[in-house]
Protein backbone atom coordinates (compact mmCIF):
# COMPACT_ATOMS: atom_id res chain seq x y z
CA UNK A 1 0.00 0.00 0.00
CA UNK A 2 1.40 3.37 -0.92
CA UNK A 3 2.66 5.57 1.94
CA UNK A 4 2.24 9.37 2.25
CA UNK A 5 4.74 11.31 4.20
CA UNK A 6 4.10 13.43 6.79
CA UNK A 7 5.16 17.19 6.01
CA UNK A 8 7.05 18.32 10.22
CA UNK A 9 6.76 21.84 10.89
CA UNK A 10 9.17 22.37 13.59
CA UNK A 11 8.61 26.08 13.70
CA UNK A 12 4.71 25.80 14.65
CA UNK A 13 4.06 25.98 18.32
CA UNK A 14 1.72 23.92 20.02
CA UNK A 15 -0.78 26.33 21.52
CA UNK A 16 -3.82 27.32 20.68
CA UNK A 17 -4.46 30.44 18.10
CA UNK A 18 -5.67 33.57 19.98
CA UNK A 19 -8.70 32.80 20.38
CA UNK A 20 -10.89 30.60 22.38
CA UNK A 21 -10.54 27.43 20.66
CA UNK A 22 -9.22 24.50 22.69
CA UNK A 23 -7.80 22.71 19.11
CA UNK A 24 -4.11 23.40 18.73
CA UNK A 25 -2.65 25.77 15.66
CA UNK A 26 -0.45 27.61 13.99
CA UNK A 27 0.84 24.65 12.10
CA UNK A 28 0.78 25.69 8.26
CA UNK A 29 -2.65 25.33 5.75
CA UNK A 30 -4.95 27.99 5.15
CA UNK A 31 -7.07 27.47 8.71
CA UNK A 32 -3.72 26.28 10.49
CA UNK A 33 -4.65 22.73 11.01
CA UNK A 34 -1.84 21.40 8.72
CA UNK A 35 -1.20 21.12 4.90
CA UNK A 36 -2.54 18.34 4.42
CA UNK A 37 -6.57 18.72 3.81
CA UNK A 38 -7.65 15.11 3.70
CA UNK A 39 -11.44 15.91 3.41
CA UNK A 40 -11.86 12.65 1.26
CA UNK A 41 -15.74 12.17 1.34
CA UNK A 42 -18.36 9.83 3.08
CA UNK A 43 -17.17 6.38 4.62
CA UNK A 44 -13.62 6.53 3.34
CA UNK A 45 -9.80 5.85 4.67
CA UNK A 46 -7.13 7.54 4.14
CA UNK A 47 -3.53 5.33 2.50
CA UNK A 48 -1.28 4.44 5.12
CA UNK A 49 0.38 7.03 6.92
CA UNK A 50 3.76 7.68 8.23
CA UNK A 51 4.04 8.27 12.11
CA UNK A 52 6.95 10.87 13.01
CA UNK A 53 8.29 8.80 15.96
CA UNK A 54 7.46 4.72 16.73
CA UNK A 55 4.38 3.88 19.28
CA UNK A 56 3.30 1.19 21.55
CA UNK A 57 -0.08 0.61 21.73
CA UNK A 58 -1.32 -2.50 24.08
CA UNK A 59 1.68 -4.33 23.03
CA UNK A 60 1.81 -3.77 19.27
CA UNK A 61 4.87 -1.50 17.60
CA UNK A 62 3.40 0.91 15.36
CA UNK A 63 4.76 3.51 12.82
CA UNK A 64 2.11 4.05 11.04
CA UNK A 65 -1.44 5.07 10.93
CA UNK A 66 -5.04 4.93 9.55
CA UNK A 67 -7.06 8.06 8.90
CA UNK A 68 -10.94 7.37 9.28
CA UNK A 69 -13.16 9.92 7.92
CA UNK A 70 -16.18 8.95 10.59
CA UNK A 71 -13.37 10.28 13.62
CA UNK A 72 -10.94 7.87 14.57
CA UNK A 73 -7.83 6.77 13.51
CA UNK A 74 -6.81 2.68 12.99
CA UNK A 75 -3.60 0.72 12.96
CA UNK A 76 -3.02 -2.16 10.56
CA UNK A 77 -5.89 -1.15 8.46
CA UNK A 78 -8.36 1.08 7.61
CA UNK A 79 -12.12 1.23 8.43
CA UNK A 80 -14.83 2.89 7.36
CA UNK A 81 -17.72 1.28 9.71
CA UNK A 82 -20.00 4.43 9.88
CA UNK A 83 -22.33 3.26 13.14
CA UNK A 84 -20.31 2.86 16.65
CA UNK A 85 -20.48 0.02 18.16
CA UNK A 86 -19.09 -0.47 22.00
CA UNK A 87 -16.02 -1.31 23.07
CA UNK A 88 -14.19 -3.69 22.81
CA UNK A 89 -14.98 -4.15 19.24
CA UNK A 90 -15.53 -7.90 17.68
CA UNK A 91 -13.95 -7.10 14.63
CA UNK A 92 -16.25 -5.71 12.44
CA UNK A 93 -16.33 -6.91 8.58
CA UNK A 94 -15.54 -3.26 7.31
CA UNK A 95 -17.00 -3.29 3.98
CA UNK A 96 -17.79 0.74 3.56
CA UNK A 97 -20.24 1.09 6.80
CA UNK A 98 -22.46 -1.05 8.58
CA UNK A 99 -25.01 -2.33 5.92
CA UNK A 100 -26.49 -5.26 7.69
CA UNK A 101 -27.14 -2.74 11.05
CA UNK A 102 -30.51 -3.30 12.19
CA UNK A 103 -32.79 -0.22 12.66
CA UNK A 104 -30.98 0.22 16.18
CA UNK A 105 -27.60 0.59 14.47
CA UNK A 106 -26.63 -2.56 16.15
CA UNK A 107 -24.62 -5.41 13.79
CA UNK A 108 -26.71 -8.27 12.93
CA UNK A 109 -24.67 -11.40 13.91
CA UNK A 110 -23.56 -11.97 10.79
CA UNK A 111 -21.85 -8.73 10.48
CA UNK A 112 -19.28 -9.63 13.01
CA UNK A 113 -16.36 -12.11 11.88
CA UNK A 114 -16.67 -15.14 14.43
CA UNK A 115 -12.87 -14.77 15.87
CA UNK A 116 -10.52 -11.73 15.28
CA UNK A 117 -8.19 -11.19 12.27
CA UNK A 118 -4.62 -11.95 13.65
CA UNK A 119 -3.65 -8.42 12.47
CA UNK A 120 -6.38 -7.26 14.43
CA UNK A 121 -7.60 -3.79 14.04
CA UNK A 122 -7.00 -0.86 17.22
CA UNK A 123 -8.81 2.70 17.24
CA UNK A 124 -8.33 5.61 19.04
CA UNK A 125 -11.57 7.49 18.41
CA UNK A 126 -11.84 11.10 19.70
CA UNK A 127 -15.81 11.13 17.85
CA UNK A 128 -15.97 7.97 16.21
CA UNK A 129 -19.41 8.69 14.17
CA UNK A 130 -20.95 9.35 11.03
CA UNK A 131 -18.81 12.33 9.78
CA UNK A 132 -19.95 13.32 5.98
CA UNK A 133 -17.55 16.26 4.96
CA UNK A 134 -19.48 16.29 1.08
CA UNK A 135 -21.39 18.97 1.83
CA UNK A 136 -18.62 20.88 4.37
CA UNK A 137 -16.33 20.71 6.41
CA UNK A 138 -12.69 19.55 6.66
CA UNK A 139 -10.10 16.82 7.73
CA UNK A 140 -6.49 17.83 7.93
CA UNK A 141 -3.52 16.04 9.54
CA UNK A 142 -0.88 18.65 10.29
CA UNK A 143 2.75 18.36 12.85
CA UNK A 144 3.09 20.90 15.31
CA UNK A 145 6.70 19.62 15.89
CA UNK A 146 8.87 16.66 14.97
CA UNK A 147 7.06 14.95 18.54
CA UNK A 148 3.62 15.56 17.65
CA UNK A 149 0.94 15.11 15.41
CA UNK A 150 -2.47 16.44 14.87
CA UNK A 151 -5.66 15.18 13.14
CA UNK A 152 -7.98 17.95 13.36
CA UNK A 153 -12.45 17.34 12.05
CA UNK A 154 -12.89 20.99 11.47
CA UNK A 155 -17.01 22.18 10.92
CA UNK A 156 -18.17 18.52 9.73
CA UNK A 157 -21.31 17.48 9.35
CA UNK A 158 -23.30 14.20 10.01
CA UNK A 159 -24.36 11.88 7.14
CA UNK A 160 -27.86 13.02 6.57
CA UNK A 161 -28.21 16.19 8.72
CA UNK A 162 -28.53 19.53 8.54
CA UNK A 163 -25.03 20.78 6.93
CA UNK A 164 -25.17 23.77 9.30
CA UNK A 165 -24.96 21.70 12.62
CA UNK A 166 -21.24 20.93 12.63
CA UNK A 167 -18.65 19.16 14.98
CA UNK A 168 -14.84 20.25 15.51
CA UNK A 169 -12.40 18.16 17.31
CA UNK A 170 -8.99 17.12 17.32
CA UNK A 171 -6.89 14.15 17.82
CA UNK A 172 -2.64 14.90 19.14
CA UNK A 173 -0.28 12.22 19.34
CA UNK A 174 2.81 13.28 21.09
CA UNK A 175 6.13 11.92 21.57
CA UNK A 176 7.24 10.68 24.82
CA UNK A 177 9.62 8.37 23.98
CA UNK A 178 11.86 10.69 27.21
CA UNK A 179 9.79 8.14 29.76
CA UNK A 180 10.46 5.13 27.59
CA UNK A 181 10.46 3.50 24.63
CA UNK A 182 7.53 3.69 22.89
CA UNK A 183 5.66 5.70 24.98
CA UNK A 184 3.40 8.64 24.07
CA UNK A 185 0.71 11.08 25.00
CA UNK A 186 -3.00 11.59 23.25
CA UNK A 187 -4.78 14.48 23.93
CA UNK A 188 -8.94 14.64 22.51
CA UNK A 189 -9.71 18.67 22.14
CA UNK A 190 -13.34 19.52 21.28
CA UNK A 191 -14.92 22.85 19.99
CA UNK A 192 -17.75 22.36 19.48
CA UNK A 193 -20.62 19.31 19.52
CA UNK A 194 -23.82 20.00 17.23
CA UNK A 195 -24.64 16.66 16.51
CA UNK A 196 -23.90 12.99 17.70
CA UNK A 197 -25.66 10.49 15.17
CA UNK A 198 -25.95 10.30 11.67
CA UNK A 199 -29.16 9.69 9.81
CA UNK A 200 -28.39 5.67 9.14
CA UNK A 201 -26.98 5.00 12.22
CA UNK A 202 -30.28 3.90 14.35
CA UNK A 203 -30.14 7.20 16.57
CA UNK A 204 -26.58 5.15 18.07
CA UNK A 205 -24.79 8.40 19.23
CA UNK A 206 -20.62 8.51 19.14
CA UNK A 207 -18.38 6.50 20.55
CA UNK A 208 -15.07 7.76 22.29
CA UNK A 209 -11.94 5.91 23.54
CA UNK A 210 -9.83 3.49 22.91
CA UNK A 211 -9.87 -0.44 21.80
CA UNK A 212 -6.80 -2.53 21.30
CA UNK A 213 -8.72 -5.05 18.81
CA UNK A 214 -7.95 -7.80 20.93
CA UNK A 215 -11.79 -7.85 22.54
CA UNK A 216 -10.22 -6.79 25.73
CA UNK A 217 -8.49 -3.75 26.20
CA UNK A 218 -10.47 -1.08 26.09
CA UNK A 219 -11.38 2.48 27.32
CA UNK A 220 -14.11 3.91 27.00
CA UNK A 221 -15.04 8.02 27.61
CA UNK A 222 -18.27 8.92 29.96
CA UNK A 223 -21.09 9.66 27.65
CA UNK A 224 -20.17 7.79 24.90
CA UNK A 225 -23.01 6.35 22.70
CA UNK A 226 -25.47 8.98 24.20
CA UNK A 227 -26.91 12.13 23.95
CA UNK A 228 -24.25 13.04 27.22
CA UNK A 229 -21.11 12.78 24.75
CA UNK A 230 -22.21 16.47 24.04
CA UNK A 231 -20.79 17.49 27.71
CA UNK A 232 -17.13 16.12 25.98
CA UNK A 233 -17.23 20.04 25.01
CA UNK A 234 -17.74 21.56 28.69
CA UNK A 235 -15.73 18.74 30.64
CA UNK A 236 -12.17 17.07 31.00
CA UNK A 237 -9.92 15.42 33.09
CA UNK A 238 -7.44 18.19 32.90
CA UNK A 239 -9.18 21.29 34.09
CA UNK A 240 -9.63 22.83 30.92
CA UNK A 241 -12.99 22.27 29.45
CA UNK A 242 -13.19 20.55 26.21
CA UNK A 243 -9.34 18.80 26.54
CA UNK A 244 -8.37 15.57 27.84
CA UNK A 245 -5.32 13.73 28.05
CA UNK A 246 -4.17 10.04 28.92
CA UNK A 247 -0.89 8.58 29.07
CA UNK A 248 0.41 5.22 27.17
CA UNK A 249 3.24 3.68 29.01
CA UNK A 250 4.54 0.29 28.37
CA UNK A 251 1.43 0.05 25.89
CA UNK A 252 -0.66 0.10 28.48
CA UNK A 253 -3.63 3.21 28.93
CA UNK A 254 -3.70 4.79 32.27
CA UNK A 255 -4.59 2.96 35.03
CA UNK A 256 -1.80 0.24 35.18
CA UNK A 257 0.77 1.83 37.71
CA UNK A 258 0.14 4.06 40.29
CA UNK A 259 2.99 6.41 38.32
CA UNK A 260 -0.06 6.52 35.85
CA UNK A 261 -3.35 6.63 37.37
CA UNK A 262 -6.86 6.62 35.40
CA UNK A 263 -7.67 10.71 35.98
CA UNK A 264 -11.47 11.58 36.60
CA UNK A 265 -13.71 14.07 34.88
CA UNK A 266 -13.57 17.00 36.69
CA UNK A 267 -17.43 18.02 38.02
CA UNK A 268 -18.45 20.59 40.55
CA UNK A 269 -17.85 19.15 43.96
CA UNK A 270 -15.98 16.09 42.90
CA UNK A 271 -14.72 13.71 40.35
CA UNK A 272 -16.37 11.38 38.39
CA UNK A 273 -14.80 7.75 37.38
CA UNK A 274 -15.59 5.87 34.30
CA UNK A 275 -13.38 3.19 33.14
CA UNK A 276 -13.23 -1.01 32.08
CA UNK A 277 -11.65 -3.44 33.70
CA UNK A 278 -10.67 -6.90 33.53
CA UNK A 279 -10.82 -9.37 36.20
CA UNK A 280 -7.56 -9.94 38.66
CA UNK A 281 -6.45 -6.15 37.56
CA UNK A 282 -5.16 -3.73 39.43
CA UNK A 283 -6.83 -0.12 38.37
CA UNK A 284 -4.95 2.97 40.21
CA UNK A 285 -7.39 5.96 39.61
CA UNK A 286 -7.51 9.26 42.22
CA UNK A 287 -10.67 11.11 43.80
CA UNK A 288 -12.74 20.73 52.57
CA UNK A 289 -10.40 18.31 54.61
CA UNK A 290 -11.47 14.81 54.71
CA UNK A 291 -12.13 12.84 57.84
CA UNK A 292 -13.30 9.71 55.97
CA UNK A 293 -15.27 8.13 53.18
CA UNK A 294 -18.73 7.00 52.48
CA UNK A 295 -18.49 4.15 49.59
CA UNK A 296 -21.70 3.14 48.09
CA UNK A 297 -22.62 0.80 44.92
CA UNK A 298 -25.89 2.48 43.46
CA UNK A 299 -26.10 -0.07 40.82
CA UNK A 300 -24.16 -3.71 40.54
CA UNK A 301 -22.48 -6.50 42.69
CA UNK A 302 -22.58 -5.72 46.28
CA UNK A 303 -18.58 -4.95 47.42
CA UNK A 304 -16.48 -8.64 48.73
CA UNK A 305 -13.66 -6.91 50.30
CA UNK A 306 -11.50 -3.42 51.10
CA UNK A 307 -7.62 -2.25 51.69
CA UNK A 308 -7.69 0.91 52.89
CA UNK A 309 -3.66 2.79 52.66
CA UNK A 310 -1.14 3.36 55.40
CA UNK A 311 0.61 6.24 56.56
CA UNK A 312 -2.64 7.96 58.26
CA UNK A 313 -1.44 8.03 62.09
CA UNK A 314 -1.69 4.57 63.83
CA UNK A 315 -3.12 2.99 60.56
CA UNK A 316 -6.14 2.44 62.13
CA UNK A 317 -10.03 3.16 60.78
CA UNK A 318 -13.40 2.98 62.41
CA UNK A 319 -15.53 0.36 59.56
CA UNK A 320 -19.31 1.66 60.19
CA UNK A 321 -22.32 -0.39 58.04
CA UNK A 322 -26.13 1.42 57.53
CA UNK A 323 -28.36 -0.57 59.38
CA UNK A 324 -31.89 0.19 60.79
CA UNK A 325 -30.95 2.74 62.72
CA UNK A 326 -28.55 4.45 60.11
CA UNK A 327 -24.58 4.29 60.64
CA UNK A 328 -23.35 1.91 62.99
CA UNK A 329 -19.72 1.64 63.64
CA UNK A 330 -18.74 -2.11 64.02
CA UNK A 331 -15.11 -2.57 64.51
CA UNK A 332 -11.57 -1.14 63.22
CA UNK A 333 -10.08 -2.24 59.59
CA UNK A 334 -6.18 -2.18 59.76
CA UNK A 335 -4.02 -0.28 56.74
CA UNK A 336 -3.20 -2.58 54.06
CA UNK A 337 -4.06 -5.54 54.97
CA UNK A 338 -7.81 -6.89 53.05
CA UNK A 339 -10.79 -7.02 55.30
CA UNK A 340 -13.84 -9.45 53.98
CA UNK A 341 -17.20 -8.52 54.45
CA UNK A 342 -19.45 -10.79 55.41
CA UNK A 343 -21.02 -13.55 52.79
CA UNK A 344 -22.99 -11.77 50.29
CA UNK A 345 -21.05 -8.54 50.61
CA UNK A 346 -22.15 -5.39 51.55
CA UNK A 347 -23.59 -2.21 49.43
CA UNK A 348 -22.31 0.88 51.10
CA UNK A 349 -19.97 0.84 54.12
CA UNK A 350 -18.45 4.21 55.79
CA UNK A 351 -14.79 4.41 56.52
CA UNK A 352 -13.49 6.98 59.35
CA UNK A 353 -10.65 7.59 61.21
CA UNK A 354 -8.31 10.46 58.94
CA UNK A 355 -6.91 13.41 61.48
CA UNK A 356 -7.94 16.87 60.35
CA UNK A 357 -4.00 16.92 60.75
CA UNK A 358 -3.44 14.92 57.74
CA UNK A 359 -5.05 17.88 55.41
CA UNK A 360 -6.07 15.09 52.92
CA UNK A 361 -7.94 17.38 49.97
CA UNK A 362 -10.01 15.33 48.11
CA UNK A 363 -10.46 18.28 45.35
CA UNK A 364 -7.48 17.25 44.65
CA UNK A 365 -6.82 15.16 41.42
CA UNK A 366 -4.42 12.52 43.96
CA UNK A 367 -6.24 11.80 47.02
CA UNK A 368 -7.07 8.70 48.69
CA UNK A 369 -5.78 5.41 48.51
CA UNK A 370 -8.54 2.36 48.81
CA UNK A 371 -8.42 -1.12 47.24
CA UNK A 372 -12.17 -2.83 46.75
CA UNK A 373 -13.10 -6.65 45.33
CA UNK A 374 -16.50 -7.46 44.44
CA UNK A 375 -18.28 -10.53 45.03
CA UNK A 376 -19.69 -10.94 40.58
CA UNK A 377 -18.54 -9.72 37.99
CA UNK A 378 -20.36 -6.89 35.84
CA UNK A 379 -21.00 -3.73 35.39
CA UNK A 380 -21.13 -1.29 38.93
CA UNK A 381 -22.04 2.43 39.04
CA UNK A 382 -20.72 3.67 42.34
CA UNK A 383 -19.86 6.54 44.36
CA UNK A 384 -16.84 7.65 47.13
CA UNK A 385 -18.21 9.92 48.90
CA UNK A 386 -15.46 12.09 50.95
CA UNK A 387 -16.65 13.00 54.66
CA UNK A 388 -15.41 17.09 54.98
CA UNK A 389 -15.03 18.50 58.39
CA UNK A 390 -14.15 22.60 58.56
CA UNK A 391 -10.65 23.74 59.13
CA UNK A 392 -10.00 27.16 60.19
CA UNK A 393 -6.82 27.27 58.16
CA UNK A 394 -6.35 25.18 55.46
CA UNK A 395 -3.65 26.96 53.61
CA UNK A 396 -1.14 24.55 53.70
CA UNK A 397 -3.17 21.20 52.50
CA UNK A 398 -0.08 18.99 51.26
CA UNK A 399 -0.33 17.06 48.04
CA UNK A 400 -2.34 14.28 48.10
CA UNK A 401 -1.67 10.60 47.53
CA UNK A 402 -2.94 8.70 44.78
CA UNK A 403 -6.41 6.79 45.50
CA UNK A 404 -6.09 3.19 44.32
CA UNK A 405 -9.32 0.94 43.16
CA UNK A 406 -8.39 -2.41 43.32
CA UNK A 407 -10.91 -4.44 41.17
CA UNK A 408 -11.49 -8.41 41.09
CA UNK A 409 -14.41 -8.57 39.42
CA UNK A 410 -14.59 -8.16 35.45
CA UNK A 411 -17.23 -4.88 35.14
CA UNK A 412 -17.12 -1.49 33.70
CA UNK A 413 -17.18 0.47 36.60
CA UNK A 414 -18.48 4.31 37.55
CA UNK A 415 -17.29 6.29 40.34
CA UNK A 416 -18.68 9.89 41.71
CA UNK A 417 -17.25 11.51 44.43
CA UNK A 418 -19.12 13.71 46.19
CA UNK A 419 -18.64 15.61 49.47
CA UNK A 420 -20.47 15.26 52.74
CA UNK A 421 -19.96 18.52 55.11
CA UNK A 422 -20.08 17.43 58.97
Same mark, same amino acid.
Given at each position: ????????? +???????AGHASVMLNGFGGELGYGTNDISFGDD??? $?????????????????????? +???????????????? /??????????????????????????????????????????? =?????????? /??????????????? =?????????????????????? $???????????????????????????????? /???????????????????SEAVRDLVSTSNTGEDGVWRFAIRDGA??????????????????????????????VFIDPDVAVGYDYIVDQGPNIRSVILP???????????????????????? $????????? +?????????????????????????????? +???????????????????????????? /??????????????????????
Open positions: MKKLQLAVL +STALLVSTSS $NELDLPFVINYFGEVHDTFFIN +SNGNITFNDGFTTFTP /QPFPLDRIADGGGCEECGDDGEPAPQALLAEPEPDYLSMIAPF =WADVDVRDGG /QIFLGAPDQNSIAVT =WKDVAGYGLDSEQTNSFQLVLI $NRDDTGAGNFDVEFRYDQIEWTTGSASGGVAA /QVGYDAGDGENHFTLPGSRLPGQTPLNPIMPVIVDGGFDFDFNVIENEIAGFDDDIYALWLFGVNGWEEIGTI $NAGEEYFFA +SGGVNQFRITGIDVDNAVDPEDLLAFVTGL +SFVDAGQVQMRQVPITEFVADPSSVPGP /QTLILLVLACFALSVRSRKITR
